[in-house]
Structure formats: C-alpha cells, structure tokens
Nanobody, 123 residues
C-alpha cells in the first residue's frame, strides 16, 4: 500500500486547510489511519486517528476542537480538516496506516507512511 498526502500550503493564522491521504496499491478500508506531524527540530507527534469504519476517532490535545479526521472508504482516502490554524501548527503532516481496525496514537504501531505535506501558518 502506498499513501500520498496532499493539500498542504501556506495559510494565515485563523485559516483552514483540508489535507487528503489517498491510498493506492491496495484497500485501506480495514485499516485504521492516522495523521502525525513534525516541526523543524522536533519529533514526529500524533495529531489524529480514525478506526477502520470511521466510527471512532481520537485527537491530540492541540488538535481537539480544531481538527477533524474523516475517511471515505469508497475512495480509499482519509482527510484531515484543519481549522483555526495557529503558527505553532506549522509542520510537515504525515498520514499513516496500520493493519488493524483499531486506531492508535503511537507512530511505531503504523505500518505504512505517506511522504508528508507541508503546512505553514503565518501570523
């Protein structure tokens, strides 16, 4: 399975972006999916995760109330809606998939990774 993240860009503080993660080479409909991010000089950190059906989601404290993860299994795609963006949200955002139905917030439990998409929030 290959994951392709897209939708990043430059946005002003308070703005919104929608990230997409398209899977190819296999179906991810039975996989839990997650989004992680890495800012310069920092470790990769958890942002959000969703279980295989979309019925269960989890968020980091910084993402709660501002970001929304969703999925469309017919399109083999996962989304991350970013709203009320802050300069501290600036990072490369990575999507990831794990060969289990239940989501997880730890990067080491994910089997597949996309290449990342840059999100830059200006003040």
């Amino acid at each position: 399975v290959q994951l392709q993240a897209s939708g990043g860009g430059l946005v002003q503080a308070g703005g919104s972006l929608r990230l997409s993660c398209a899977a190819s080479g296999g179906s991810v409909s039975n996989y839990a999916m997650g989004w992680f991010r890495q800012a310069p000089g920092k470790e990769r950190g958890f942002v959000a995760a969703i279980n295989w059906s979309g019925g269960s989601t989890s968020y980091s404290d910084s993402a709660k109330g501002r970001f929304t993860i969703s999925r469309d299994n017919d399109k083999n795609t996962v989304y991350l809606q970013l709203s009320s963006l802050k300069p501290e949200d600036t990072a490369v955002y990575y999507c990831a998939g794990r060969r289990f139905r239940n989501a997880n917030s730890y990067a080491r439990y994910y089997d597949y990774w996309g290449q990342g998409t840059q999100v830059t929030v200006s003040s």
